[in-house]
Every structure is written in C-alpha cells, then in structure tokens.
C-alpha cells in the first residue's frame, strides 16, 4: 500500500511539472510598431504561443531568449517588410521554431536561429548550433517564397551554425592574452576553461504547405 501511495504522489508531481512545462501563452492580439521589439517571457525553456491575431509591421521583431525550442501558432498574420522572428537559447544555439501560420499579408520574414560563435576568453559556451525551423501554412494562407528577398511574399530562415568564420590564430592570440594579463593564470579566462574551435552544426528550414 505504501509503495502505491508514493508511486501515485510521483505521477502527479511528474504530471504537473510537463503541464507547466507545456503551458500556453495566448494572445488575441498582438501588433509591434515599426522598428519596435517585442520579447516573449516565460521561465521554461520551451515556449508554446497561440497568438489570434498577429500584426507586425516594418523592421519589427519578435524575440525568445533563452528558448530552447518555440512553438507558435499564429490564427491570422499581416507581415510588413524586413520583419524578425528570433530566438536562442543563451547558450550560443539557436532555438528550433515550430511554426504553424495562417499569413495573409507577408512583406518579408526572417527566422533568426543561428548558432552563435564562442569567442574564446569572453564567453562560457561552444560554438553554437543553428536551430531546426519547421513553417506549416495553414488552409487559405499566402505560400511564402524563398528565392528572391526583393519580391513579396518572402521568408528566410537563418541556421547557420556558430564558429565556421572564426579564425584559429586570432582565436589563439584572444586566449594567450588573457592568460599573460591574468595573475593566476587560466584563472584569467571564464570558469579557467578553454573551448573547442569547432563549429557547430548547421540547422534546417522547412516550408509546409497543407494546400
């Protein structure tokens, strides 16, 4: 009997903590003005986002920081031109966005997940991996474009992964630097560690059309 009870109390614990995890955001609105950012908050490092109605308009931007995956479905969309989908998980990934969208305006969309560089000496993670980007339109949406930036209608996806333009030389001078200016040696350079000149891995972009 005892052991039930407890196995019953880690079901309900373990079952809180995925439906927290899980929570939805919703929005039955949500414009951003030209050139302005808008951030999304949560705690978790998944974010799930049901948004009505979602207007944005030229150079605007729409951020996850510290996500490690996004998952956003968009009832009704207006795009203007230039506008930013972004999102890393701090850690020098890019996050991987689960989009489902009903565009009915579309200038031009970019998905920013790549990875970022490590810069030996001044930050504490390895060269990022670009995040795994999947848009499904929904019935009766615009089919974006992917070839040309100049036309309407058009999306891009960033995935690259972090460190293949950084150079091994100066990568090596940035590190010798800080550990002869430094008193105590590796002491110098965050938590004394030294990373990999590896890059990352590259991501994906993959366009849906349900039509």
């Given at each position: 009997m005892k052991s039930k009870?407890?196995?019953?109390?880690?079901?309900?614990?373990?079952?809180?903590?995925?439906?927290?995890?899980?929570?939805?955001?919703?929005?039955?609105?949500l414009e951003i003005g030209k050139k302005a950012k808008k951030n999304i908050d949560s705690k978790d490092s998944?974010?799930?986002?049901?948004?009505?109605?979602?207007?944005?308009?030229?150079?605007?931007?729409?951020?996850?920081?510290?996500?490690?995956?996004?998952?956003?479905?968009?009832?009704?969309?207006?795009?203007?031109?230039?506008?930013?989908?972004?999102?890393?998980?701090?850690?020098?990934?890019?996050?991987?966005?689960?989009?489902?969208?009903?565009?009915?305006?579309?200038?031009?969309?970019?998905?920013?997940?790549k990875g970022d560089d490590a810069f030996n000496g001044t930050k504490t993670f390895p060269n990022g991996n670009g995040g795994k980007v999947k848009v499904t339109l929904a019935t009766g949406s615009i089919k974006p474009q992917a070839t040309n930036k100049k036309s309407p209608n058009y999306i891009y996806a960033d995935v690259v992964a972090g460190g293949r333009a950084v150079n091994a030389n100066t990568d090596l001078r940035n590190i010798y630097d800080r550990i002869k200016t430094a008193p105590t040696g590796l002491r110098g350079l965050p938590q004394g560690q030294i990373y990999s000149g590896s890059a990352g891995t590259e991501g994906s972009f993959e366009l849906i059309s349900t039509q």
């Open positions: 009870l407890i196995l019953g109390f880690l079901f309900c614990v373990a079952f809180a903590f995925v439906g927290k995890a899980q929570e939805t955001q919703h929005f039955s609105k998944t974010a799930v986002i049901h948004i009505d109605t979602l207007i944005m308009k030229d150079n605007s931007t729409l951020s996850f920081y510290g996500k490690k995956n996004v998952k956003i479905t968009i009832g009704y969309a207006e795009i203007g031109n230039k506008a930013t989908f972004y999102g890393t998980d701090g850690k020098n990934n890019g996050a991987n966005f689960d989009i489902n969208a009903n565009f009915q305006k579309l200038g031009s969309l970019y998905i920013i997940a």
